[in-house]
């Protein structure tokens, strides 16, 4: 009988702990739309500006073929703009719905990935449009030779555009994302080094997606992503040593310390 109770008591607890948590990730999922329709309406309001900012090099005017498609391309670009700002709250939300599981160093370090990650999403968006998208799409003029006409349709040409520059915008995430999971213990350098020839593919797949068929304009797309790529992996090395560097002195503290990493902290502390 009291077994039986007891169990039932732990079953409650943990359902309990269960749509707690559930309850506090709607509360944080909530927060966030909310922060993405201010952003959006915000966007929306200064759309005009981003759109003429889009269009000023263009030596050609783009079709609209409906009433509705320049609603919808405005709306694409507000989306994408509310996208970007709304990054930062989502890092912090998530931030706060994982907190109570981190230790206070754990908490400080992912902290600071917050900012990090907004800035190459930018940085990843500004390499699309300025240095990717140019390429792609001279090239691709350059087919059409002086006996076409070329006209393009704004949601085409928008379409294009974001199609080019977006997965960049994702792909420069991947540093700071690989940082903030070493820390965690979810994954390490090694794990990254042995599935290195599956991710090249990956992003040879992705360079294929996003550029014209050929040889060139692949390349220059697939370079920089595999560089991306491996500053990952260095970057995750040095954040799973100093999380190693951590354990054994937390270890050292308590007294758990086994011989070998007792050597290895003499070692550092000697080559210090």
């Known amino acids: 009988m009291l077994s039986s109770f007891g169990g039932t008591n732990l079953e409650q607890d943990q359902s309990m702990n269960l749509v707690g948590h559930l309850d506090e990730l709607r509360n944080r999922i909530i927060v966030t739309g909310v922060a993405f329709i201010i952003f959006f309406i915000a966007a929306f309001i200064y759309v005009q500006e981003i759109y003429d900012f889009f269009v000023r090099g263009l030596d050609f005017k783009l079709t609209v073929l409906s009433p509705t498609e320049i609603v919808w391309v405005y709306m694409q670009i507000a989306g994408i703009a509310a996208i970007a700002l709304t990054i930062p709250v989502l890092a912090w939300q998530l931030w706060l719905f994982i907190r109570p599981a981190l230790k206070p160093i754990e908490q400080k370090v992912t902290l600071s990935y917050i900012p990090a990650l907004f800035i190459l999403f930018i940085a990843g968006l500004c390499f699309g449009y300025f240095f990717i998208f140019p390429i792609v799409f001279d090239f691709l003029l350059g087919l059409a030779g002086e006996n076409m006409q070329n006209m393009f349709t704004i949601e085409k040409y928008f379409g294009f555009l974001l199609r080019i520059t977006l997965p960049f915008a994702i792909l420069f995430e991947l540093p700071v994302i690989v940082m903030f999971l070493t820390s965690l213990g979810i994954i390490d350098p090694v794990k990254l080094s042995k599935i290195r020839k599956y991710a090249y593919l990956v992003l040879a797949i992705v360079s294929a997606v996003v550029t014209p068929p050929d040889f060139l304009s692949q390349t220059l797309v697939m370079i920089p992503l595999c560089l991306l790529y491996e500053i990952s992996i260095q970057l995750s090395k040095v954040v799973y040593r100093k999380k190693l ?18 050597e290895l902290m003499e070692k550092e502390k000697t080559a210090e």
């Open 245 to 262: 560097k951590k354990d054994r002195m937390a270890k050292e503290e308590f007294g758990m310390l086994d011989p070998e990493e007792q």
